[in-house]
């Protein structure tokens, strides 16, 4: 359940690129536009866009964070009991040996 959420946390992250990029080039696209109603909601739109680019490095760094920290905790465990994480792998590498043989 862990790697589903990551995985929909990286396609939300990247969904959320390419809106902002689509919003940018949008923004470019009407700069020539008249009118003060205009220039007004560009202003917003601009607000919001760096909030979000900031929100959205924020989940970066989270990410990044969190993995690294899995990543050492992993590291941790597997020098505190390597004859677990030996037998582990085994199983692991037995188990996908089966069913790679069955095809």
Do not use: C, Y
């Not at 390597?82 to 037998?87: A, D, Y």
């Amino acid at each position: 359940m862990n790697e589903m959420t990551s995985v929909h946390k990286d396609k939300l992250m990247s969904d959320l690129r390419v809106v902002i990029a689509d919003a940018e080039e949008l923004l470019r696209m009407t700069a020539d536009q008249a009118g003060e109603g205009a220039a007004d909601l560009r202003g917003r739109v601009q607000s919001r866009l760096q909030q979000a680019k900031a929100e959205l490095a924020n989940l970066q760094h989270a990410v990044v964070v969190k993995a690294q920290a899995a990543g050492h905790a992993t590291d941790e465990f597997v020098h505190e009991n390597p004859w677990k994480s030996i037998g582990a792998a085994a199983g692991i590498g037995l188990v996908v040996g089966l069913l790679i043989g069955r095809r």
